[in-house]
T-cell receptor, first 115, second 108 residues
Framework: DAGVTQSPTHLIKTRGQHVTLRCSPI?????VSWYQQVLGQGPQFIFQ???????GRGNFPDRFSARQFPNYSSELNVNALLLGDSALYLC??????????????FGSGTRLTVV | GQQVMQIPQYQHVQEGEDFTTYCNSS?????IQWYKQRPGGHPVFLIQ?????EVKKQKRLTFQFGEAKKNSSLHITATQTTDVGTYFC????????FGAGTRLTVKP
């Protein structure tokens, strides 16, 4: 059974460009959460989706958007990239979003570098 | 969302020494989770604590949840080089909010 898969693994973009990051949760998991992790810091919550509905949003600008598809996979979109958007973007999968003692399962992340 | 503070930010120990990281919140937490992230890796779930005063053990790791459910700790007995990594606590309500983590390095 595949774990959480994220693509691409690495990405280099120029300031002002747009980026789309993809995540496929564990089979059977209906919730996906996105996190941004800057080097040396803890993961910062961006979005949570459950059953294709946005369940939570962190303190990120409107340049960040996301969606969840009928197969529960998800995309994170970032417009007008800034140098400060350079980070590891993590996708976390869970059955329902409330974890029920099982915790989140994270993907290996997408390392985004903005130059 | 819930905000959690972790201390210390860094901890360097000699192999065999003990290690403790603390997590504190200004508000009561419904539950708290702990994760470990190895260098270059992604966070891996360790445990969830739900009940006031709860204590759970995983081999050399002991996790505690405070009586007021506002703080938690992770204690590692007799550290090994395989314990190296950053340990995060995360407060879980409708979404998961992570602390800044404690980075543990172990000298052989």
């Amino acid at each position: 059974d595949a774990g959480v898969t994220q693509s691409p693994t690495h990405l280099i973009k120029t300031r002002g460009q747009h980026v789309t990051l993809r995540c496929s949760p564990i089979s059977g998991h209906k919730s996906v959460s996105w996190y941004q992790q800057v080097l040396g810091q803890g993961p910062q919550f961006i979005f949570q989706y459950y059953e294709k509905e946005e369940r939570g949003r962190g303190n990120f600008p409107d340049r960040f958007s996301a969606r969840q598809f009928p197969n529960y996979s998800s995309e994170l979109n970032v417009n007008a990239l800034l140098l400060g958007d350079s980070a590891l973007y993590l996708c976390a999968s869970s059955l329902s979003g409330t974890t029920r003692g099982r915790g989140y399962t994270f993907g290996s992340g997408t390392r985004l570098t903005v130059v | 969302g819930q905000q959690v503070m972790q201390i210390p930010q860094y901890q360097h120990v000699q192999e065999g020494e003990d290690f403790t990281t603390y997590c504190n919140s200004s508000t009561t937490l419904s539950n708290i989770q702990w994760y470990k992230q190895r260098p270059g890796g992604h966070p891996v779930f360790l445990i969830q604590l739900v009940k006031s005063g709860e204590v759970k053990k995983q081999k050399r790791l002991t996790f505690q949840f405070g009586e007021a459910k506002k703080n938690s700790s992770l204690h590692i007995t007799a550290t090994q080089t395989t314990d190296v990594g950053t340990y995060f606590c995360a407060a879980n309500n409708n979404d998961m909010r992570f602390g800044a983590g404690t980075r543990l390095t172990v000298k052989p």
